[in-house]
């Protein structure tokens, strides 16, 4: 790529290295742009008889062209990707969904010298028509070998942003306190409403019970009757691991333990299991607030049916003080 100074009547096909302004300030032709004869009929007519310009040389991509090529390749399932000015390309969400992001893979192209790609946190929540990435080329253009290589990478292991939607998710509530249910209900019921209408969610089922495992075991088998999503226990009490009330009553269900502990403050006594594939999650004390805290970091990829493993409620101990 070579930029040089050129006599406005030879500047067709040329890219603008800077960006052209009227004599008021509005823009006229930004940097980046691809000159047409319309474009030097304009700029003639503006008084202009030079302009800085480029041009593409063998083994080149324009950076519009490299990084819709990159950005095609990035996200998949509910994404759209829009062409923005500045050589930047944009994805969208398309529907209400949970941001799935390989944040090694990710890490690994911005390692290249010639395109960066920024996201959103994974397991975020994106409202339909929320930006969720952007990818970045270089000035003017790319080296064909490296937007290649790059392409390659992400085919090979990508994308490296996955929106998975939400459709009608059904979230189950059970309320639990060791004397009575409803006082559980009566504490965390309006919070609980709150938080779940941050992913507008306008409906859920709920039950209260007396927290001891026979009955925290029978009101999980009528949740389950329900079809739920993702089952939450609000319960008054902080559970001292799987062996408590609440983690017997999970397995007395069926439910396989997948985590308890979380590096997340507030939240940090989170057990979670699975019982097929549906997640049951207890997190103590996080029902009695609206504040962010574990609930809300795992609910939105649960909310999307993405099956969280113990391995990655490790890892949102990077980020995981939330308050």
């Excluded at 823009?27 to 041009?55: F, I, M, P, Y």
């Excluded at 083994?59 to 819709?68: C, F, I, S, W």
Aim: aromatic content about 4%.
């Amino acid at each position: 790529m070579k930029a040089q100074t050129l006599d406005v009547k030879d500047s067709e096909g040329r890219i603008l290295c800077s960006t052209i302004f009227e004599p008021g300030g509005r823009k006229l032709l930004s940097k980046g742009h691809q000159l047409s004869s319309d474009d030097v009929r304009l700029l003639e007519a503006q008084g202009l008889n030079h302009v800085w310009v480029t041009e593409l040389e063998e083994g080149e991509v324009g950076e519009d062209h490299a990084v819709m090529m990159v950005a095609q390749e990035t996200g998949c399932a509910a994404v759209e990707v829009r062409l923005a000015a500045g050589g930047r390309a944009n994805l969208f969400a398309t529907e209400d969904c949970c941001a799935l992001v390989d944040d090694e893979l990710l890490k690994h192209i911005n390692c290249t010298s010639s395109i960066v790609i920024a996201t959103v946190a994974n397991f975020s929540y994106a409202p339909a028509g929320q930006r969720i990435a952007t990818i970045k080329s270089t000035p003017f253009a790319v080296p064909q070998s490296q937007l290649e290589a790059i392409c390659t990478t992400l085919r090979e292991k990508g994308p490296i942003l996955q929106a998975r939607p939400m459709r009608q998710p059904k979230v189950a509530v059970l309320y639990s306190d060791p004397v009575n249910g409803d006082r559980a209900m009566q504490l965390f019921e309006k919070t609980t409403r709150d938080r779940l209408e941050r992913f507008k969610l306008v409906y859920y089922c709920g039950l209260a019970c007396e927290e001891n495992q026979a009955a925290v075991t029978k009101s999980l088998k009528e949740l389950v009757k329900q079809r739920p999503t993702v089952i939450l226990i609000a319960s008054t009490t902080a559970p001292a691991g799987p062996d408590d009330v609440i983690g017997r009553a999970m397995q007395s269900v069926g439910a396989q333990i997948e985590r308890f502990l979380a590096p997340v403050e507030p939240g940090n006594l989170l057990l979670m299991g699975y019982l097929d594939d549906v997640p049951i999650v207890s997190a103590p004390g996080c029902f009695r607030s609206v504040k962010p805290n574990v609930v809300d970091l795992i609910l939105p990829p649960m909310l999307a049916r993405y099956r969280i493993s113990g391995w990655e409620v490790a890892c949102l101990g990077h980020g995981g003080l939330l308050a």
